[in-house]
C-alpha cells in the first residue's frame, strides 16, 4: 500500500463515482517497490460492492483519461489467473495533465470534466424568457367519470 498513491487518487479527478472508488482501490493495492498495482477485476468488484462489468468500464475509462496506463504486463501465479498490471503516470510526473481537464465516456456521448474558460458561478437565466406553458388537463378516469355522473343524478 502506498500512502503517496492514496492521497494523489482522492485528489484526482475522475468524472463520477464509481471511477474514483476503483481508482482508490487501485491506489490502495499499488506497490511502491514496482510501481504497479495488480488487483484482479473480480477482487476489484468484490472489494467495491459492484459488478465485474462495472469494474472492466471504469478501468477502461480511467485508461482514456490518463489516470491508469496498463504497462503490458501481467500478474499471476497461474496461467488462467494473471491479471493486468497497471502504472499510474500522473503520480510520477506529478500533474494530471496540461490542461486539467479529463473527457470522460459516459454512455454514447464524451463530457469533459474540469475547469472551462466560460464557466460561471451563477447562473443567470435568458433575457428572453417566455412564460411557461399551462399543464394539459388531465383526463378523468372511469371512477372519477362515474361518481360525477351520479352526483349530477342526484343534484337534479
Known sequence: MSIE????????????????????????????VQNVAWPGVMWLAEHCEMSRRTVQRALRDLEAQGLIEWD???AGKHVDRQTKRYRFPTLETGRQNDT???PVQTGRHVVTTGRHSDARTLIEPPVTTTPPTPPSKRRKTQAERVLDAITKGAAQ
Do not use: F, I
Not at 13 to 27: C, D, F, I, R, S
Open 100 to 102: 486539467g481537464r479529463h
Open 5 to 32: 498513491a492514496l492521497r494523489w487518487a482522492k485528489n484526482a479527478q475522475t468524472g463520477n463515482h464509481t471511477n474514483k472508488l476503483v481508482l482508490l482501490m487501485l491506489a490502495d493495492c499499488h506497490s511502491e
Open 72 to 74: 503490458g504486463t501481467w
